[in-house]
């Protein structure tokens, strides 16, 4: 069994991207937004002080579980440097003085497939997976043949969330490291329902790619005849 490793998210209790300087590139084909931060990563933590944040493309981590990882040799990841402050969305307060580090997971495992093993769907150019295909499922999996054996690892289109095995899962959870949450993938609840007037709508707003429009096809959300009027009223 793998486990996605989530945090204890809520409204009073996060860390939150603090004006950093990143790079940003955009895919000609999806359109997909990917951010690249440079130099040391700032942040807020909202609350108490925990041991793992997942901020939506990055985590962080305290120095209580980079030593755990070490201890136990774990791979499949990079850390760097951070500066902490107390704060919430709009404040910044005081720095915090324990140590807390960005933490990328490098393992892989290619790209997110159903439980048949079929990729989800996802952007040819760029792998990004579509939030609105229409596809609703319990689960996901990978191809073992692409897992390249990390003790943390991640999707190639899901890079941000990272996975664990059965067993690193059970020594992080001996380490009593505070807010963890772990995920059976199998368990993962996949909903990218959209109405149909949305997907003909971006149909006619020229924000569909094909990758896109065969996943509508696919799941039902439209049917052929319905996006062949869709592109004649386009043309006309
Ligand atoms: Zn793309």
Redesign the pocket.
């Known amino acids: 069994m793998y486990y996605f490793m989530f945090d204890n998210h809520n409204s009073k209790n996060q860390a939150i991207d603090s004006h950093n300087d990143y790079d940003r590139e955009i895919?000609?084909?999806?359109?997909?937004i990917y951010i690249t931060y440079k130099g040391i990563y700032n942040f807020r933590i909202m609350g108490k002080l925990y041991d793992y944040y997942l901020n939506g493309e990055s985590s962080v981590i305290s120095e209580k579980f980079l030593n755990i990882l070490k201890k136990n040799g774990f791979t499949g990841y990079e850390i760097s440097g951070t500066t902490p402050y107390h704060g919430n969305v709009t404040m910044e307060g005081d720095p915090i003085k324990e140590k807390y580090y960005l933490f990328k997971v490098t393992g892989r495992c290619g790209l997110v497939c159903d439980m048949n093993g079929e990729p989800l769907p996802?952007?040819?150019?760029?792998?990004?997976r579509f939030p609105f295909t229409g596809l609703v499922t319990t689960g996901v999996s990978f191809d073992t043949d692409s897992y390249d054996g990390s003790d943390l690892f991640a999707f190639e289109n899901m890079s941000n969330i990272p996975i664990v095995s059965e067993e690193v899962k059970n020594v992080l959870s001996k380490s009593k490291l505070s807010n963890l949450r772990f995920e059976p993938i199998n368990e993962r609840i996949i909903n990218c329902a959209i109405k149909r007037e949305r997907a003909l709508k971006r149909i006619e707003e020229g924000m569909a790619?094909n990758e896109l429009i065969e996943a509508w096809l696919k799941y039902g959300v439209l049917t052929e005849q319905e996006l062949n009027e869709q592109l004649s009223k386009n043309e006309n």
């Open positions: 895919c000609d084909n999806c359109g997909g996802h952007c040819k150019k760029c792998g990004r790619c």
